[in-house]
């Protein structure tokens, strides 16, 4: 369909709209006009992606006059393929004068198409194979050996070939997806990596991760090139504090110091090689530096994987300090600065400090300047590409060093460093950690806003959204949450606050091993997976409290007779048997036997996995999911936010927690033709200033007879129904399963149409225009 928004005529994919995709659009178009950023809290399953790529699309070719691209960023490569599908689907419905070329950016490990590169066992062993066939000295010296003496890419020669010979352009209009630009690099012999980010300068639309964008030392080589008038997205973005914080902070431990000797060790022993064999090579990086490393940009290629700075611009327009422009001098500065953080991890309580009294400290006791410290990542880098080092995993170790080096010679605000001689949670366990831990969500991000002129910031957990501004220290003109709008009450949220032998339950810490609680969260789920077809999801507070309370309805035998109903699959951090249980998960799911699947809040099927129609008809929350509040982190972090942006403690920890609770129920909703029960079975839940910081969308739908069910009501309706609390929730849930069972209007009307067509539209804006 077809339809108009003021000037902008927007093409739309499908033959009706949402209202609320509708209003999405008009607020998403008010703050393009205004050329700012916003925030908007979309419910889930209403078509936010198609939404905002239809409205910028069409944004872009309405106004030809001013160059309009998009950067759309995904937290997984999973979500970056969804959208793109959507894109595709929106292409062929575009004007057909109107080209378009999108294209989605992942790492080597999902783009690579050579056979010896791809047959590495990680992901940085990938780098490393790639960058060692593909690195500017590795293929002058295979040009002047015998064909095939010294291994090469042929993928990437042929690229390269084809980007020297003037034709910039070197993909037609179209999307494309990941496998899409593997089979283009197969066929037409071409490497698909480097091909990729050769054309994202062209590209109308990129698609790729939040790193791109956040991460200085990535940012700095594959988003450098990108114009000011690019509009940024960032999808799914409830967590984006936590990514910024993330991408600013380094741990440090033993083994990392122990490694980074090692390696310290080997590039002494490729300094003494060079000074033998080619001290030309080393004496002309000298003089590289002593003019600065402004000129980084004109580095070869494939050699710019080694300038990526942390640095603000304006240190990076300074010349590297005297003491460390020499290969040798530089070597002795690291050997120091590893030789002082062991002496540092060797403490036996906690110790925590800012970044200028730790500057102070190495300066004090090694001679090492904040200056040199800004520089140790750059020169590092400089160095390696110097001495021909391709082999990056094996350098890791030293590299986290000198990241920590210069973002603690470099900030002197935002930052605590925190040196732990255990966790507090194993405390027999000897693990010092040096912690060089960001507070300040805005310092990773400031730069994107003041780069481009749109940031959207937008997902279905956005609430409360007036907290985003203060944790990422910027004014967004426009701040929307919408509603859901429904022609059946698709999803039942519902809060249990106690259990059938009326004891209350919670996870609170001093409540959540009591063998009443385990027992009654047993019970739950017990007498649920009795009623409820197909598939249950059930979220934890933590992995060790999943653990516990398995084990504990294991001795109870609460766990057998669950399985007497349902089979029951379980979440653990390891990536292989995740993904192998949530496959076997979906079987037991299609063949009608239904499961339960034991998942965590926060884990990575909370954030990334969909569980919609049969595979997830209710789910259930155990708990509210803080986060572990004695962490000393998490601590320094709260004073900071309370010091700088007056935000309390206690409203930042609801907060942080209802988001994550928010997230993991809506796993079960995912378009308006799905439904699906919520239990938030915790008696915090109760309470309105927790259930308050919940999404609109499901407070909507959150009834009074649903919100508490305490002692008096289980009374009075046990009296009229015959039944106690727990199977009071039984007899809501398995009323609301049977009539969401039935046939319903999907369209709607009057007061409840929730599709318009473009009629629809013609009518509203008519109806708008009669006003004036």
């Known amino acids: 369909m077809k339809f108009q928004i003021e000037e902008v005529t927007v093409y739309f994919p499908y033959d009706h709209i949402y209202p609320e995709q509708f209003e999405y659009m008009v607020e998403l178009k008010r703050a393009l006009d205004a050329r700012g950023h916003c925030l908007l809290e979309m419910p889930t399953g209403t078509g936010k992606t198609i939404a905002l790529l239809s409205l910028i699309t069409s944004y872009a070719l309405a106004h030809p006059s001013s160059p309009l691209k998009l950067i759309y960023c995904t937290r997984t490569v999973h979500e970056m393929e969804k959208t793109l599908a959507e894109l595709r689907l929106l292409h062929s419905h575009l004007p057909p004068t109107s080209p378009l070329l999108a294209l989605g950016l992942s790492s080597r490990k999902n783009l690579c198409v050579n056979p010896v590169a791809l047959s590495a066992s990680s992901r940085d062993s990938v780098d490393s194979t790639c960058r060692r066939l593909t690195a500017s000295w590795v293929r002058a010296l295979a040009a002047e050996r015998t064909p095939g003496a010294i291994p090469t890419c042929s993928f990437y020669e042929s690229f390269d070939r084809a980007a020297s010979s003037g034709d910039s352009i070197l993909l037609p209009p179209g999307v494309y997806t990941l496998e899409d630009l593997r089979a283009f690099g197969r066929k037409q012999g071409w490497c698909p990596y480097f091909l990729a980010r050769h054309m994202i300068r062209y590209a109308n639309i990129v698609v790729y991760s939040y790193q791109y964008l956040l991460d200085p030392k990535v940012a700095s080589i594959i988003s450098k090139e990108m114009q000011r008038e690019c509009v940024v997205v960032f999808d799914e973005a409830h967590n984006i504090d936590n990514v910024c914080i993330e991408a600013l902070s380094v741990s440090i431990r033993r083994q990392t110091l122990d490694g980074a000797t090692r390696n310290l060790n080997r590039i002494g022993q490729e300094i003494d090689r060079f000074k033998a064999t080619d001290a030309g090579r080393l004496r002309a990086e000298y003089n590289r530096l002593v003019e600065g490393l402004a000129q980084r940009g004109n580095l070869p290629r494939t050699d710019t994987w080694l300038a990526n700075p942390a640095l603000p611009d304006d240190i990076l327009k300074e010349a590297v300090p005297g003491n460390i422009r020499r290969a040798e001098h530089f070597l002795s500065v690291l050997r120091r600065l590893v030789q002082y953080l062991k002496g540092r991890l060797q403490v036996e309580s906690v110790e925590t400090e800012v970044p200028v009294a730790f500057v102070a400290s190495i300066n004090s006791q090694t001679g090492i300047e904040q200056k040199m410290l800004r520089f140790c990542y750059d020169r590092l880098h400089s160095l390696m590409l110097t001495l021909e080092i391709t082999d990056t995993d094996e350098f890791l170790h030293i590299q986290t060093v000198c990241d920590f080096a210069t973002l603690v010679g470099t900030y002197t605000r935002g930052f605590s460093i925190i040196i732990e001689p255990f966790d507090e949670r194993m405390p027999h366990i000897p693990d010092p950690v040096l912690q060089l831990s960001c507070h300040d969500a805005s310092l990773a991000i400031k730069p994107v806003f003041d780069r481009f002129q749109s ?198 920890l609801t907060f942080d927690a209802l988001r994550q609770a928010a997230q993991c129920v809506g796993r079960v909703i995912r378009s308006k033709a799905d439904y699906g029960m919520m239990i938030f079975a915790d008696k915090r839940y109760s309470r309105h200033d927790k259930r308050s910081k919940l999404p609109s969308w499901i407070l909507s739908q959150l009834r009074d007879t649903h919100l508490n069910l305490s002692t008096d009501m289980a009374l009075h309706i046990a009296r009229e129904t015959g039944i106690n609390v727990l199977f009071l929730c039984l007899w809501i849930k398995t009323k609301f399963l049977r009539r969401m069972a039935q046939p319903y209007d999907k369209a709607g009307s009057g007061s409840k149409k929730t599709l318009l067509s473009q009629e629809d539209l013609e009518k509203m804006g008519k109806s708008v225009m009669d006003l004036f």
């Not at 959207?456 to 949450?481: A, K, M, Q």
């Not at 409290?545 to 766990?559: F, K, T």
């Open 455 to 652: 940031v959207i910031i937008t997902s279905g957990t956005l609430s409360p959204i007036d907290l985003y501004p203060r944790l990422l220290n910027f004014n967004p003109v426009i701040s929307r949450s919408f509603r859901m709008s429904l022609t059946r009450d698709c999803i039942c949220p519902m809060v249990l606050t106690r259990g059938s032998d009326q004891l209350p339950v919670s996870t609170k810490f001093d409540m959540r091993s009591d063998p009443g609680v385990v027992r009654n969260y047993g019970r739950l789920l017990l007498e649920m997976v009795a009623a409820v077809p197909d598939g249950i999801v059930c979220f934890f507070v933590s992995y060790s409290y999943m653990d516990s309370i398995v084990n504990s309805w294991n001795e109870m035998g609460i766990l057998q007779d669950i399985m007497q109903h349902k089979l029951v699959f379980i979440e653990t951090q390891d990536v292989v048997e995740t993904t192998l249980a949530l496959d076997n998960y979906r079987r037991a799911c299609d063949c009608g036997r239904g499961a339960v699947f034991f998942s965590v809040a926060r884990g990575k099927v909370a954030e990334g996995i969909d569980f919609d129609r049969h595979y997830g008809r209710l789910v259930i929350m155990f708990g509210v999911p803080f986060q572990y509040t004695l962490s000393r982190i998490l601590i320094a972090r709260l004073e900071y936010l309370r010091d700088t942006f007056q935000i309390k403690e206690g409203d930042f």
